[in-house]
Structure formats: C-alpha cells, structure tokens
C-alpha cells in the first residue's frame, strides 16, 4: 500500500464504475482498522500523525468511491478525460432545453405533489445518465463520452438539491 495509489488500487477493486457497495465498506472498515492512529498510540507521536495521514487519505477515497459521480469523474480523470466541470460547461443544446424546461416547471410548482412528481422524473433521467455512464466507461472503455455525460449529472445534482430545498419548504 502506498499514500499515492489510486483509490481503487488503495481498495484493491478493479478499476470499474460498477461495483459492489458492501465489498467496498468492508474494504473500507478493514482498511480504517489497519491505520486508524489509536493503533500506533505506544509507537509514539510521529507514528500517529502518519497513521492520522492515512486514515484521512482512506477516508476520502471511501466518499471518492462511494459517490457514483465523483466515482465516475474519478474514473474519466484516471482515464485521461479529466471532467474539468468549472471551465468546460458546454452541454449539448438539447440537455440545455431540458435543463429550461425542468427550471420553469419549478419556478411554476404548486403544492408538493407537483415539486415531487418534477423530482421524480429528474431521479429517472439521473439514474439513465448512471447507467450510460457506466456502460461508457466498463464496457466502451470510453472516458471522453462518459465525461460529458458526469457533467450533466452534475447539472442534475445540482437542480435535485434546489428541489430538495424546495420541498423542505413544505415541511415547515
């Protein structure tokens, strides 16, 4: 084990999207097990603050690998086609139209019921965009196509959060 492997090298999984949850928090449990600083607590403090280094670097490749986007975009960078979300914003006109269309549909929801179906219908086009994304990068091996589509779920997390946050405001 190095500090500088890969995550799923770190995980010792393959390098896929697809994998199974319960195989990765197992892997993760005996990894955090294997480090975790009260282990290294008669070894002194410089041992401690190496094994604080490395509980920190298996924790964030846990919430790297068990977020599906930040897994893919993970994989497009490993793979070449980094996502580069904050300068390269370019969507194809259509997902765009989509994007228009589900804001003014917030915007003009009335009741809960109406903000629930919107979220509905986004979750299925999310859970679409997961499987193509999958398919492109287990089986196309195809890190370029897989990356425009890790942008647009990106655009989609961010629209499900306002809907989150609007239907918080019918909890009140």
């Known amino acids: 084990m190095k500090i500088d492997d890969d995550d799923f090298t770190l995980f010792d ?3 896929a999207f697809r994998l199974d949850r319960a ?4 892997r993760w449990r005996a ?3 294997k480090v975790h600083p009260d282990r290294f607590s008669a070894e002194g403090a410089a041992a401690q603050r190496v094994a604080m280094q490395w509980a920190v670097r298996v924790n964030e490749a846990h919430q790297r690998l068990k977020d599906p986007i930040a897994r893919a ?3 497009c960078e490993l ?3 980094p996502i580069n979300a904050e300068r390269n914003t370019a969507m194809p006109a259509s997902f765009l139209a989509q994007q228009m269309h589900w804001r003014e549909a917030l915007d003009e929801a009335e009741g809960e019921a109406a903000v629930q179906a919107l979220d509905d219908i986004v979750a299925v086009r999310e859970a679409e965009l997961l499987d193509e994304v999958a398919y492109a990068l287990d089986e196309r091996h195809d890190a ?3 990356a425009q589509r890790v942008r647009a779920l990106m655009f989609l997390r961010k629209f499900r ?5 609007r239907l918080e405001t019918f909890d009140v």
Not at 161 to 165: E, I, S, Y
């Open 13 to 15: 999984l393959p390098q």
């Open 31 to 33: 990894l955090q097990a």
């Open 144 to 146: 370029e196509g897989a």
């Open 23 to 26: 195989e990765l928090d197992a």
């Open 79 to 81: 793979r070449g086609a």
């Open 161 to 165: 959060a306002d809907v989150d946050r």
């Open 73 to 75: 975009a993970y994989l």
